[in-house]
T-cell receptor, first 116, second 113 residues
Framework: IAGITQAPTSQILAAGRRMTLRCTQD?????MYWYRQDLGLGLRLIHY???????GKGEVPDGYSVSRANTDDFPLTLASAVPSQTSVYFC???????????????FGSGTRLTVV | QKEVEQNSGPLSVPEGAIASLNCTYS??????FFWYRQYSGKSPELIMS????GDKEDGRFTAQLNKASQYVSLLIRDSQPSDSATYLC?????????????FGSGTQLTVLP
């Protein structure tokens, strides 16, 4: 089934530790995104990539980094986790171009991260 | 001020009624608009998208767009308990060939049996 796979599903992480959240898509979408979702704040964009080899910062990029070595994979790394990074993290992807303007994003199932 | 605003609710409607969800946006460059449904503990799923002014219908769902008023709405006819979820409004601004979505905080809808 085509879609986005995120791993792990959930994780409890000690503060100060390094963690990489994995995201893989098989739809050959050019664009990929990382959002965090917090109660009352909705979905906030962390980083995005419009195509393989390029990345950009979203609304809340501090403390996070991404890479886009190929079309399918878009990992998110927390270099040194802090409790404020406790959240649900969603990876998403989308086709690009004028013909795709109504396609929206496809979301992964999310990673629930707790930093203690 | 958040770029996409929604009433957080909760909004409760009886089964069979029309649920009306509203959204306003501040960026006049926004071109496409989306409604996502998110069940508790699940990921958002796209239910409607709209680009042109006016109404767009898909089954029990109707999306309405008024670009002059910067207003988007979603009507759910014959509401069912299975429609109980959080509904997210999103606006898209194109940058070259790519688009970025800005989401509202969501409206929690409860359909009472």
């Amino acid at each position: 089934i085509a879609g986005i796979t995120q791993a792990p599903t959930s994780q409890i992480l000690a503060a100060g530790r390094r963690m990489t959240l994995r995201c893989t898509q098989d739809m050959r979408h050019n664009a990929m995104y990382w959002y965090r979702q917090d109660l009352g704040l909705g979905l906030r964009l962390i980083h995005y990539s419009n195509t393989a080899g390029t990345t950009g910062k979203g609304e809340v990029p501090d403390g996070y980094s991404v890479s886009r070595a190929n079309t399918d994979d878009f990992p998110l790394t927390l270099a040194s986790a802090v409790p404020s990074q406790t959240s649900v993290y969603f990876c998403a992807s989308s086709a690009t171009g004028t013909g795709a303007r109504l396609n929206g994003y496809t979301f992964g199932s999310g990673t629930r991260l707790t930093v203690v | 001020q958040k770029e996409v605003e929604q009433n957080s609710g909760p909004l409760s409607v009886p089964e069979g009624a029309i649920a009306s969800l509203n959204c306003t946006y501040s960026d006049r460059g926004s071109q496409s608009f989306f409604w996502y449904r998110q069940y508790s503990g699940k990921s958002p799923e796209l239910i409607m998208s709209i680009y042109s002014n006016g109404d767009k219908e898909d089954g029990r769902f109707t999306a309405q767009l008024n670009k002059a008023s910067q207003y988007v709405s979603l009507l759910i006819r014959d509401s069912q308990p299975s429609d109980s979820a959080t509904y997210l409004c999103a606006a898209s601004v194109s940058s070259g060939s790519a688009r970025q979505l800005t989401f509202g905080s969501g409206t929690q809808l409860t359909v009472l049996p």
